[in-house]
């Protein structure tokens, strides 16, 4: 049996593991999962990826937890919360995102997930809001948003992707304890 952080109904939140790294790495590189991101991902930034997180994790407290389905601990994918860095509205509060294997698409995971987190954010975390963004032509995920009670507060350039590029407009959700 794992040991989870936290858990929602049908879902574990934990630290990742080694055996997580080519599920991940599938995951990354899938093109219908990578739809909404600037490029699919190799092996290397991958597993650089799930790095990042863990050394997260360390220094906050939080981050983007890798996530299993309670019943048959399948690994579906992450769901969790970053810090914001870039210069938009929120940078220093957390950020909540999920990107989820194709096979566990439209089962609710994420709503249920995201709102998990919220839970721990609000809870345990302490936090007073917490932050969300997606390219603007991302409408599952910002679907998700609404769905647990985020309010959508903007839109934004990414500062990141290169004028033009079709993925540059963002959405920027919020919600507050």
């Known amino acids: ?35 909404y991101f600037p490029k699919r991902l190799s092996k290397a930034q991958a597993d650089q990826l799930i790095d990042r997180f863990e050394a997260h994790m360390e220094d906050k407290g939080y981050t983007m937890w890798a996530v299993e389905r309670k019943e048959d601990e399948a690994f579906i994918g992450f769901i969790g919360l970053l810090e914001i860095t870039m210069e938009i509205e929120g940078k220093g509060s957390a950020e909540i995102g999920w990107r989820l294997a194709k096979r566990f698409w439209k089962k609710g995971y994420a709503t249920e997930g995201a709102q998990a987190c919220l839970a721990y954010a609000f809870g345990p975390l302490n936090m007073k809001q917490v932050y969300s963004f997606t390219a603007a032509i991302n409408t599952p995920s910002e679907t998700v948003m609404k769905r647990i009670g985020m309010i959508k507060v903007g839109e934004f350039d990414h500062p990141k992707l290169e004028k033009g590029n079709l993925l540059e407009r963002h959405v920027l959700y919020r919600i507050n304890r």
Do not use: C, I, P, Q
């Open 1 to 35: 049996m794992t040991n989870y952080l936290f858990e929602s109904k049908s879902l574990g939140f934990r630290r990742w593991k080694n055996t997580d790294r080519d599920k991940f790495s599938a995951m990354s590189k899938d093109v219908e999962v990578m739809r």
